[in-house]
């Protein structure tokens, strides 16, 4: 198997540690306790280096041990957004439009977005993103969406002259915290979902970017491309894997991967997930898709999903989601309200 893992060093630091050290250095900390472990020195950042994902989620934990208050990941969203010292950044500040920048975030994912996949779904004039872990991220995975969602906010600000109004719903619980998630991600925000999704009308994208220069662009993509790295994570295989059969054994997806069972599991674990996490995880986003977003009954996304009877059906649901068809539709009745008129 080849897939990109913890170890390949393909992250520009001028993207991603020079942030972290902007914005741990004004809050107080001190660069070397937060370059401490990384393997990461000043002089790769000045030199314009690259660091592995588990370099970087190092320097992420760092920061949230080092950094005084609540909005650590939130800061380095922002600056993260503003930063064009990187020609990926670039090109996405001097688009047509924020469509186009979300377009661009997909050709370059793996420099814009590291640890964070999201499956795109467009639905009744209305734009989803279920976010899924490109990397095991244990006890980081709050900390690194943070990061995602702030970025992804700020950088429709910088695109546009005006935040776009995302909807947010997280899978964890309403922290006490919640100022910085209005400050940052406005009002619009939904806690113990299911899963970890992003909503928006999909016309409030479409608008031209006040910052528009499309020979700029074109310059930044021409140096950007030489970056594009065309691998997927391992567990972004084994998702793509169970999604096209979804009832395939561990062996059959293992067969799949040229690769044995057993190294498989073990590949799994030392990502931090395992074939049945992968697998209830697929299935419950297909769920979410019939259900919340098509608005399909019991028995239409039953037949879609290749689940045999109605009452398969309600046990699978609740084991994949933790609720009920009904009860799933009420704690995300949230996200179908964006398709309204306006």
């Not at 080092?66 to 957004?81: E, N, V």
């Not at 702030?150 to 899978?171: D, E, I, N, P």
């Not at 299911?194 to 479409?206: E, F, G």
Request: one cysteine or more; a positive charge; charged letters at 20%.
């Amino acid at each position: 198997m080849t897939y990109l893992n913890y170890q390949d060093k393909y992250l520009p630091l001028e993207l991603y540690a020079a942030t972290v050290v902007d914005v741990c250095i004004a809050r107080g900390v001190n660069i070397n306790k937060l370059l401490r472990g990384t393997g990461v020195f000043k002089a790769d950042i000045i030199k314009g280096e690259h660091a592995s994902p588990s370099q970087i989620l190092r320097l992420f934990s760092n920061a949230q041990a080092l950094t005084p208050g609540y909005d650590c990941a939130f800061q380095i969203g922002r600056r993260l957004a503003a930063n064009q010292q990187n020609t990926v950044m670039q090109a996405l500040h001097y688009s047509r439009s924020f469509e186009e920048s979300l377009r661009l975030v997909t050709l370059f994912e793996n420099i814009c977005s590291p640890f964070i996949a999201a499956t795109f779904i467009k639905q009744n004039g209305s734009g989803y993103w279920l976010l899924k872990q490109k990397l095991g991220l244990g006890k980081l995975e709050q900390f690194v969406m943070e990061i995602f969602c702030t970025a992804l906010v700020s950088l429709s600000q910088h695109v546009l002259g005006h935040r776009v109004k995302f909807y947010f719903g997280f899978q964890w619980q309403k922290p006490k915290q919640i100022q910085e998630y209005e400050e940052n991600l406005g009002y619009r925000t939904y806690f113990e979902q299911p899963a970890n999704v992003i909503a928006v009308q999909w016309s409030s994208l479409a608008k031209s970017n006040v910052n528009r220069n499309d020979l700029l662009k074109r310059h930044a993509i021409h140096k950007a491309n030489k970056l594009i790295m065309c691998k997927f994570s391992l567990l972004e295989h084994v998702r793509y894997l169970i999604a096209g059969s979804p009832i395939a054994p561990l062996p059959q997806i293992a067969e799949q991967l040229k690769t044995s069972p057993a190294t498989l599991k073990r590949k799994l674990k030392e990502h931090g997930s395992s074939f049945k996490q992968l697998h209830d995880e697929v299935r419950k986003h297909q769920a979410i898709h019939c259900l919340i977003l098509q608005g399909l009954n019991n028995e239409q996304s039953a037949l879609l999903m290749d689940i045999s009877d109605a009452t398969n059906f309600r046990r699978s649901i609740k084991r994949w989601t933790g609720y009920t068809p009904s009860e799933l539709k009420k704690t995300c009745d949230f996200l179908p309200l964006i398709v309204l008129p306006s």
